[in-house]
């Protein structure tokens, strides 16, 4: 949770009333996080493979499934806001836990395409490697602005950062 606050701190992600899609929502702490800033009358849906058995207020629930192999139209969306905090099993080889870890960004990247609104945000954790810029870059061509942020809170030999897209430009038909 404290690097998703410090986040949001830094760039301002969540507002009462926004509509959330929580991406690797296990244990619950930004499920949870992300409820209490958006208030009552917001909403948050967390997905992750495993259960989190968190106690989350009625505005939030995470779904148990994989988010990749849900119907983005089920989702009750559009969305204001996709945050990401998925990683893969590491094998401890860092290259391919770092080519594995953008693939999730690309995927999770693909799922914020078809549900996010207009102007919306995207977070997301990858690990810094061959394939970042490549991320970076995909993020450009549909945010109007894109940041990274490497909170206080990460371990300092870890390799992790956070994609951060504000100002979603869906693609026009």
């Not at 905090?85 to 836990?97: C, E, F, I, L, V």
């Not at 394939?131 to 894109?146: C, G, I, M, P, Q």
Request: hydrophobic share 40%; net charge positive; aromatic share 8%.
């Amino acid at each position: 949770m404290y690097k998703l606050e410090e986040i949001d701190r830094r760039v301002g992600l969540f507002k009462k009333g926004q509509r959330v899609l929580d991406l690797g929502a296990s244990p619950g702490s930004w499920t949870l996080y992300a409820a209490q800033q958006v208030g009552p009358n917001g909403r948050v849906l967390g997905i992750d493979l495993t259960d989190p058995k968190i106690a989350l207020p009625p505005q939030a629930e995470i779904l148990t499934a994989n988010a990749f192999e849900v119907d983005p139209a089920t989702l009750g969306g559009p969305f204001d806001l996709v945050i990401s905090d998925m990683a893969p099993k590491t094998s401890g080889q860092r290259h391919a836990d770092q080519y594995r870890s953008y693939e999730l960004v690309m995927q999770a990247l693909k799922l914020a395409k078809a549900v996010l609104k207009p102007d919306g945000a995207f977070v997301a954790k990858i690990f810094q490697g061959a394939e970042f810029e490549d991320a970076r870059s995909s993020l450009r061509e549909v945010f109007a602005k894109v940041r990274i942020i490497r909170p206080r809170a990460t371990r300092s030999e870890s390799y992790e950062v956070f994609l951060i897209g504000l100002g979603f430009q869906p693609a026009t038909a």
